[in-house]
Structures are given as C-alpha cells and as structure tokens.
C-alpha cells in the first residue's frame, strides 16, 4: 500500500486543502498521514506533531524574520523569510512515507534547510502551491512585480533598508535548491499560477502540474434555500450576500472595494430587505458600522457543515480578492448552488462564466462589482461547479501522478 505524508502549517492552512486531500487518498486506499505544525480541533490519530520542542523554534523563527524584514507595506502581504525551520526528516511517518506532499507551511515551519534534508531523504517531495512563494523570493503574491522571471532584489513588500536584501537572498537559496534537486514535482491548483510558475526563472525548467484543489461534494452541495435559512434563524424573503475569508482584513481580500460596492449598492435599491452575512476571523467595530445594510456577523466557522449552510442561505457570494490563487470559498459556493462576483484576477475567472453561474467583474472597480451583485440577486442566476473541479476526477489525476513518481523511482 502506497504510504503517503502530508506537511501543513494547520488544518486551516490553504483552505484545509491537506485535510481534504488526505481524506480522499484514505477513500481510495492509500495510507495517508498529516504532519501539522499546530492542533486544531480535526485532531485524530492520523495527524501527527513534531514535538514541544518545535514550538520553540517556531517563536524564535517568528522574532527573528520579524526583526531582519523591518517594515513591510501591509498592502503587499505576507513576506516569509524562515531562518532556522524545523527538521522533520527523522519522524517516522515522514521516514516510513513513499511520497512527501508539502502544502501551505510558510512563516515559521520548514526553511530551505529543511526542505533540502527533506529531498536528500531520496523520496518524490510535492510541493502544492497555493499562492506565488514557492518562486518568489519570499513574498506570496507578487501584484504587478514581474522581479520573479528574471531574479528578485530589492523587494516591494520592503519600506526601509534591512542588513541585507532578504528576496534576493531568499530567491537565490530556493533557485539554488531545486536546480540540484531533481525529485521535487510542483502542482498548481490553478492555471494561473501554473502560468506564472513557468514563466519564473527558478521553476521554469521544472515539471509543474495542474490539479485543482480537491472539495468535500458530500458537503458542499445544494439544500433548499428555505431549509439552510430556518436552521440558521434568517428572513426567507430577504436578498442574502455573503462574504467570507479566514482573515477579513487580509490585504488580499479587498474590503475596501466590498465597501464601495455595497455604498453604490444601497444607493441604486432598497436597503430594507437586504441582509449581508459575513463570517471569518478579524471583523472590527468599524468595518461591521460601515456596512449600510443590515448584517449578520457568523463568526469563525470551523466545521464544513456550517460553511455550506450560509452558501446555500445566500443568492449571492461576493470574493473581491485582489490577489489569488484559486479560493476555496469560491468552489465551495458553487458546489452549493450560489453564484459567485469576483474580480478578475488570479485563478478567479476559471471558475466563474460571466453571466452563467456568477460574475467577473473588472479588477479594482468597485461600480463593477456592485453592478455583478445586482445582476445576481435580480436575475436569479444559479452557482454551478464547472467539470474541471468534480473531486473524482482530480483525486484521480494526484493518484495519477503519484504512481508514475514511483515508478520512476523502482
């Protein structure tokens, strides 16, 4: 039986993506185990830690990077830079494992250090990229910077001068590695990053595949609307939008353009029979009071089956992201029936057909955006999952490539 381990940083990392792909290699046969950095409440006994002495680490690989990046610009994200990381190579479900799959494990997990003693272990590594840092030289999307094609110096992300130039340094280190290592394989859960990933100078040489990220159909399907609002205490006549994110004042994530749609919104139609629910981590007093119509704050949802029922409580999801990869709330909105307004950016406009089963609005205008809520609560238009994102066929395609990895190898 194929032994397979996957890496996360946490169950909620990339939209649990390492859960649900674990859960579907378990489906199909395969022996699968995660190696999360932190517990959360999916805590079984095929999730395993790396110990009390990792936490140490990470503290200090956490005060370290926040010291030798200085002052970053909030509005260009995340910049991960880990020092020390933490070598994982000698746990048994990674010695034991046939195939590593690394996903979302940046900040203060594993460092180039580590993953160099992960690919001396000999075995296939999958990097799943779920946003741009595995090319970059430490920020997770680039925005309009195209540094990353040719080499990256003297970051954007960066408002003062540092002791050395850590994107250059971070970029160098990662092109250094996969350049000596041949058993790393890439997947992309979007065609865009897959785009960009060949069109890098650290990953251009290298196979990157494109699977799209695996979702739970047994969950995120359709129920009645009425049924999904009663079990959640909302007004069946009301025009629902729904808005969610793990952090909603993530830079990524666009609040301020939500904002300006909703004013231009609540100036075109009757607010009174208008209900926003938002759910997620990070919702301040003043972004709630700037909403002009009535709301409902769902809090962090940290199981599957309270996420579905507020996509099927909505007529509409709006994601104004201005920079991603390929959302899990997106995919699991139109696995619920309900269509989806998104701006046109990043893997966004794979899963949307304007006008079909939601709408691509132009990136960064808010007019646009607001003009895509109306149409979707007017014309009544249903979410559909577009073939490409069925489960069985992608859970397949991983299975695909695993077994041609070993091959490989024997």
Not at 194 to 199: G, M, T
Not at 226 to 244: E, M, P, T, Y
Not at 326 to 340: D, F, H
Request: with cysteine; net charge positive.
């Amino acid at each position: 039986m194929t032994k397979v381990v996957h890496i996360q940083k946490s169950a909620r990392s990339a939209g649990g993506s390492a859960l649900r792909l674990h859960k579907a290699f378990l489906e199909k046969g395969l022996d699968t185990y995660i190696l999360s950095l932190f517990p959360d409440e999916n805590d079984n006994e095929r999730i395993f830690y790396p110990g009390r002495f990792s936490k140490l680490i990470t503290i200090i690989n956490d005060k370290i990077n926040l010291f030798l990046s200085g002052k970053t610009k909030k509005e260009y994200g995340l910049f991960s830079y880990t020092i020390w990381g933490i070598d994982i190579t000698h746990l048994r479900h990674v010695k034991e494992a046939d195939v590593i799959i690394i996903h979302w494990v940046q900040g203060e997990f594993l460092s180039i250090s580590a993953y160099r003693k992960l690919a001396k272990l000999g075995k296939p590594v999958v990097i799943v990229m779920h946003d741009m840092w595995t090319f970059t030289g430490g920020c997770h999307y680039s925005f309009s910077c195209e540094k990353y094609k040719s080499e990256c110096a003297d970051c954007q992300v960066f408002a003062d001068n540092r002791m050395f130039d850590m994107s250059k340094r971070g970029f160098l280190s990662k092109k250094k590695l996969f350049q000596h290592y041949d058993n790393f394989i890439f997947v992309s859960p979007s065609r865009w990053l897959e785009s960009c990933a060949n069109q890098s100078s650290i990953l251009n040489a290298k196979p990157v595949h494109h699977i799209p990220n695996i979702l739970d159909d047994k969950v995120f399907k359709p129920v009645a609307k009425s049924l999904a609002r009663q079990i959640i205490d909302i007004d069946v006549n009301a025009k629902v939008i729904a808005f969610g994110a793990v952090s909603i004042d993530s830079p990524y994530k666009g609040w301020d353009y939500l904002k300006k749609a909703l004013d231009i919104l609540s100036s075109e139609i009757s607010s009174e029979n208008i209900l926003i629910l938002v759910f997620g981590k990070h919702v301040t007093d003043e972004m709630a009071q700037s909403i002009p119509f009535k709301k409902r704050y769902m809090g962090f949802l940290r199981d599957e089956t309270s996420l579905a029922l507020v996509y099927n409580a909505a007529d509409v999801f709006v994601t104004p992201s201005l920079a991603d990869n390929l959302p899990t709330t997106v995919l699991e909105s139109l696995a619920c029936g309900t269509p989806v307004v998104g701006f046109n950016i990043g893997g966004i406009p794979e899963m949307i057909l304007h006008k079909d089963n939601g709408y691509i609005a132009d990136y960064k205008n808010a007019t646009d955006l607001s003009k895509g809520l109306r149409y979707c609560l007017d014309s009544g238009i249903k979410g559909r999952l577009l073939p490409e994102f069925r489960k069985e066929e992608n859970i397949c395609e991983y299975i695909r490539i695993v077994n041609e990895l070993l091959r490989n190898q024997s």
